[in-house]
């Protein structure tokens, strides 16, 4: 399906947003619906951290509930998960004026997503629709290096989530970062993460997916980004996220990212 969201990328911090305002179903401006929305989504901002990374809640009464989940990637310091947080429930009430399910991610100083919907989502896995980014700039080494490296790189990362016993739900139930080496001093960035309501064969799969996506029209550029509503997966040849980021000359080019469906 076709998606339009925003992308606002500032060259030397790899910050990245998407924002998709699905042409589902949609609702009257200042309707019980509206209201109801702008309750959930504020209150998020606080929830989420209090809650280690991941909170889902709902409010109203069929027909004007409104379902919302929030996450932010574990190690976050609370006050930048919710400012993260913060930034994309209003950047979803003041862009998606009457869509009654959208969604928001955004990696800046940490990582976070946020969802909500007319109807309940907790636990089902959801493959499409998907936002694929890709920086296509060229790799300053062989494709075999740099191949190698990558699928190392996301085969740890996927290990870990699998043998992680945490069974909560927290942000950190189903995320990992990693870094590989690669030739001539270069490192190779990676972050993954399911939402915790999945059963890990569910993150499994969602994290697969992506991989393999990722392989079959990334691999050979310098990053690329896939987005779910289930599951997250971005590598990069720079740091991702700006809390741990010094500007360098590999940052991410604004010109170059290409929007892939
Ligand atoms: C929703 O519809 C609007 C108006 O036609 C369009 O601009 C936008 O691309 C659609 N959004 C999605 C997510 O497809
Ligand atoms: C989160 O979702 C679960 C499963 O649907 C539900 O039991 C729980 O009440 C929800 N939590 C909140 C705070 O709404
Ligand atoms: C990204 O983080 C920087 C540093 O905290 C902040 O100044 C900037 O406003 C953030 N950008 C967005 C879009 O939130």
Not at 97 to 117: P, V
Not at 190 to 197: A, K, N, S, V
Not at 223 to 233: D, K, N, V
């Amino acid at each position: 399906m076709p998606l339009v969201f925003f992308w606002s990328v500032l060259t030397c911090t790899g910050l990245v947003s998407a924002l998709p305002c699905m042409n589902t179903s949609f609702f009257t401006p200042f309707s019980t619906y509206d209201t109801n929305r702008r309750l959930v989504l504020t209150s998020l901002a606080s929830n989420v951290p209090a809650h280690r990374g991941f909170y889902n809640a709902s409010i109203g009464q069929s027909p004007n509930k409104v379902y919302a989940t929030g996450m932010c990637i574990p190690g976050t310091e609370p006050e930048v998960c919710s400012a993260c947080i913060m930034s994309g429930s209003y950047a979803l009430i003041e862009n998606c004026l009457i869509h009654k399910e959208a969604s928001f991610w955004q990696s800046n100083r940490t990582h976070c997503m946020i969802r909500y919907s007319h109807t309940s989502f907790i636990g089902s896995l959801e493959l499409e629709p998907s936002i694929e980014v890709s920086n296509p700039m060229d790799l300053r080494m062989t494709a075999t290096d740099f191949s190698r490296a990558w699928k190392g790189l996301t085969l740890r990362m996927g290990q870990a989530i699998s043998s992680n016993k945490d069974t909560t739900w927290s942000g950190g139930r189903y995320y990992a970062a990693d870094v590989a080496a690669l030739p001539d001093s270069q490192t190779l960035y990676g972050l993954m993460q399911c939402t915790p309501d999945l059963s890990k064969a569910d993150c499994n799969l969602c994290l697969q997916e992506s991989v393999n996506f990722y392989q079959q029209f990334f691999l050979g550029q310098q990053g690329g980004i896939i987005m779910r509503l289930s599951c997250f997966l971005r590598t990069e040849l720079f740091k991702i996220l700006l809390q741990d980021t010094r500007c360098h000359n590999r940052c991410l080019n604004p010109q170059l990212l290409q929007h892939h469906l």
